[in-house]
């Protein structure tokens, strides 16, 4: 009902919960994936090359903020364009109710913790998803700069800032009797470039700025198919959301056109951000709904019904009183035995 009052439901659990817990871990997943990003505490992986490999020979682009899809851009993207997506959605869903559905769901009570404190539905709702959103974003920035840093996968202009000194590792450049790579390079001073670069040319698998992108996609996408009510067109959602995937394929684009990340890196990086907001989306968030309203199932012994009665023919036509003597097991009328004559 429109004007019904809401209902209450008091909580004393609701703020220590938030403080000691949630924000215990999202500080920690926080730290983590610094520590990861702009610290050596977990040093890259020093993998191998071949001499004169065509894959890793590729042209220095220069720095990322020299970039056509500069870091700062994408995470400014990423960070605004979710949470302002749900923000306005939410305040429209709290300001302009739509009808109730058909399924039924348990509705929201708004919450009283203590005597001052009141939370209602939208202001949860509003908490939950974009909370889980930043959880998901930096545990996106972890899975990625630790695969990074567990593979130490080059880049393909890895050669270009190593600056290897072949002649004084033996190798020999290619020619017509060895047109390839002859020598498998495993020595970790064997990059004479600026170690900064060699340490970040080393930081290619996946592809961290496309993880990023694939994850706000994929979670914006999923908020707008679920949540978003369109009537009189089909064609709204499906159009949002391929206007919304555009510009994440362009990152893995421009990020492969630039020689600074290989097709399979941007790929993983795809992978890992689609798999990680369809996870939060379907087990954290239930697809941005209330759980259905719960059915008790009665026990076996209380689902009983009586069972259907059916009209039997015997008490509309009973049979004669000699038939059912005759049923019972009496001999037949005619073939009883006759009575003794006396002699």
Same mark, same amino acid.
């Given at each position: 009902m429109a004007g019904a009052r809401p209902q209450l439901k008091r909580s004393f659990s609701i703020i220590p919960c938030f403080v000691f817990v949630e924000s215990v871990l999202l500080g920690v997943?926080?730290?983590?994936?610094?520590?990861?990003?702009?610290?050596?505490?977990?040093?890259?992986?020093?993998?191998?090359?071949?001499?004169?490999?065509?894959?890793? &020979?590729?042209?220095?682009?220069?720095?990322?903020?020299?970039?056509?899809? @500069?870091?700062?851009?994408?995470?400014?993207?990423?960070?605004?364009?979710?949470?302002?997506t749900i923000l306005l959605a939410e305040l429209a869903r709290a300001f302009f109710p739509a009808a109730p559905s058909a399924i039924p769901a348990i509705p929201e009570s708004t919450i009283v913790s203590g005597a001052c404190c009141r939370f209602s539905p939208s202001l949860r709702r509003l908490v939950r998803f974009l909370g889980v959103y930043s959880f998901g974003l930096f545990t996106t920035t972890i899975f990625a700069n630790a695969g990074q840093v567990v593979t130490g996968n080059p880049t393909p202009h890895f050669l270009s800032v190593c600056r290897p000194n072949y002649t004084a590792l033996g190798c020999s450049p290619p020619s017509r009797d060895?047109?390839?790579?002859?020598?498998?390079?495993?020595?970790?001073?064997?990059?004479?470039?600026? @170690?900064?670069?060699?340490? &970040?040319?080393?930081?290619?698998?996946?592809?961290?700025?496309?993880?990023?992108?694939?994850? &706000?996609?994929?979670?914006?996408?999923?908020?707008?198919?679920?949540?978003?009510?369109?009537?009189?067109?089909?064609l709204v959602k499906p159009s949002l959301c391929l206007a919304l995937l555009c510009p994440a394929f362009l990152v893995g684009v421009v990020r492969v056109a630039e020689y600074r990340n290989h097709w399979s890196d941007v790929l993983a990086g795809f992978l890992t951000g689609a798999a990680i907001a369809t996870f939060l989306v379907?087990?954290?968030?239930?697809?941005?709904?209330?759980?259905?309203?719960?059915?008790?199932?009665?026990?076996?012994?209380?689902?009983?019904?009586?069972? @259907?009665?059916?009209?039997?023919?015997?008490?509309?036509?009973?049979?004669?009183?000699?038939?059912?003597?005759?049923?019972?097991?009496?001999?037949?009328?005619?073939?009883?035995? &006759?009575?003794?004559?006396a002699t």
């Open positions: 997943v926080v730290l983590l994936a610094y520590r990861l990003e702009f610290t050596d505490t977990f040093p890259v992986h020093a993998q191998g090359f071949f001499c004169y490999d065509s894959t890793y &020979a590729k042209p220095y682009p220069g720095p990322e903020a020299a970039s056509r899809a @500069p870091p700062a851009l994408i995470y400014a993207l990423v960070t605004a364009g979710p949470t302002l060895h047109p390839g790579p002859d020598r498998f390079v495993t020595d970790q001073g064997a990059c004479a470039g600026s @170690p900064s670069l060699v340490a &970040a040319a080393r930081r290619a698998f996946p592809c961290k700025d496309a993880a990023l992108c694939a994850y &706000a996609v994929t979670y914006t996408a999923m908020y707008v198919t679920l949540v978003f009510r369109v009537k009189g067109s089909r379907t087990c954290v968030v239930h697809n941005f709904q209330s759980r259905p309203a719960s059915v008790r199932r009665l026990p076996a012994w209380d689902d009983l019904r009586p069972a @259907p009665t059916v009209d039997s023919t015997l008490e509309k036509n009973p049979r004669p009183a000699s038939r059912m003597r005759h049923r019972q097991g009496s001999p037949h009328p005619s073939r009883r035995a &006759a009575p003794a004559v």
